[in-house]
């Protein structure tokens, strides 16, 4: 005779359910699934006796008098669909406290619920793409309470202490859309990315403010400084040019030398040059931000100025009025920080990100809604750098 496992856990049990591949919604047929979830409400409801059991046998032992206090019904939404449990309890104890940590929803299916959430879907979406997996359909309800526990980690996140680890800072705004007392507006929100010096990036924090302004610049970087990002170690601010920014930064961050961003610059630069030109301009600006060192980079700037400065002056003027900021990298003796530093290219990613994941989702209903995906979004991809991420979504599950 082969010998029986015994599954004496939810946890054991899945695991079970794994290894045969039940999860194969194909091979879901002749009422396994079923069968399997009534497996479960008998572990579940075992375990639980076997808790008041124990909790019985411990009073008798202490001199404490208890005793059974009937049960009373609670809903377990797992992988299987919904468990109705009968949970028994004494008059001071409650067998619930068996489930740990699964709550009204075992935790892995509140995971699956914030991933869809963080991938862009809508509450309703996500009811429609969990229905084959769960059984059932989970309510729009169901999908913004879990979603609201994303709001402790998020207030969290904007109010822990930071740290100067950082060599170089990128600052920047990802424009939103959001519904306001006056219908829908495009908000901004305000961004900082710390590079450390293992070249990894992070994002710091993130402000939703009602314009790039400078006022409101200089509040982010205030609070940022008063949290202890001073700046100490920082060898370079990379910004993409806006006029707030720039008035903001002299004031929090007297001394750090401020790199303006070589792609928007290009960008400006080749809006003023005929089409059939315009090659030949990006090639003479690459001959800028590509030397060898700032003394080169300095020659071929004159060389772009001799070249075009009679055909287009707006264009060399537009170079030349920025060209202290835009060499500003050449302080960094490390090719690859060089082109790590000479562009916003790095938050800009995050951005492309932030807009891919919000696209479906239209018109955000509120600054809540704002708050947790960009929270959910940003340290998605921290995590994917091998930065910190000290508030994961897997301690919210």
Not at 25 to 39: F, L, M, P
Not at 69 to 91: C, F, H, K, M, Q
Not at 172 to 197: F, H, S
Request: glycine share 6%; proline share 4%.
């Amino acid at each position: 005779m082969l010998p029986q496992a015994t599954i004496t856990s939810l946890p054991e049990a899945f695991r079970a359910v794994k290894d045969m591949g039940l999860y194969d919604e194909t091979r879901w047929d002749g009422g396994y699934r079923a069968a399997t979830r009534d497996a479960l409400k008998r572990i579940l409801e075992q375990r639980m006796r076997g808790g008041v059991d124990a909790h019985l046998d411990q009073m008798a032992r202490q001199g404490v008098y208890d005793r059974r206090n009937g049960s009373y019904p609670r809903g377990l939404l797992t992988e299987l669909g919904a468990i109705e449990l009968a949970v028994p309890r004494t008059r001071a104890y409650s067998a619930a406290r068996t489930l740990e940590t699964y709550a009204r929803r075992a935790p892995h299916v509140n995971a699956m619920i914030l991933s869809c959430f963080t991938l862009g879907l809508s509450t309703r979406k996500v009811a429609r793409a969990l229905l084959p997996v769960l059984g059932e359909p989970v309510s729009r309800s169901c999908v913004s309470r879990v979603a609201a526990t994303l709001d402790a980690a998020v207030e969290a996140f904007h109010r822990r202490p930071l740290s100067n680890r950082y060599r170089a800072l990128v600052f920047d705004g990802v424009v939103l859309a959001r519904k306001t007392g006056m219908g829908a507006r495009r908000r901004p929100v305000l961004v900082a990315l710390g590079i450390r010096p293992d070249g990894k990036k992070e994002v710091i924090d993130f402000m939703q403010a009602p314009a790039e302004s400078a006022a409101a610049w200089e509040t982010f970087l205030r609070i940022l400084y008063a949290r202890g990002l001073t700046g100490a170690g920082v060898k370079l601010i990379c910004v993409d040019g806006g006029t707030g920014l720039a008035a903001a930064l002299p004031v929090v961050y007297p001394g750090i030398p401020v790199q303006r961003c070589w792609a928007h610059k290009s960008r400006n630069v080749l809006d003023k040059v005929k089409k059939k030109d315009r090659e030949a301009v990006k090639r003479g600006l690459r001959a800028v931000w590509d030397a060898a060192n700032l003394v080169q980079a300095r020659a071929a700037a004159r060389r772009f100025q001799a070249r075009w400065e009679k055909t287009y002056p707006a264009a060399v003027a537009c170079l030349r009025r920025d060209l202290d900021e835009l060499l500003a990298f050449y302080t960094f003796k490390e090719a690859v920080w060089r082109k790590t530093t000479r562009t916003t290219n790095a938050i800009e990613r995050r951005f492309r990100e932030v807009r891919r994941r919000t696209r479906p989702m239209g018109v955000f209903s509120d600054r809540t809604s704002v708050e947790r995906i960009l929270y959910a979004v940003f340290m998605n991809e921290n995590k994917n750098q091998g930065s910190a991420a000290p508030f994961s979504l897997t301690q919210l599950s």
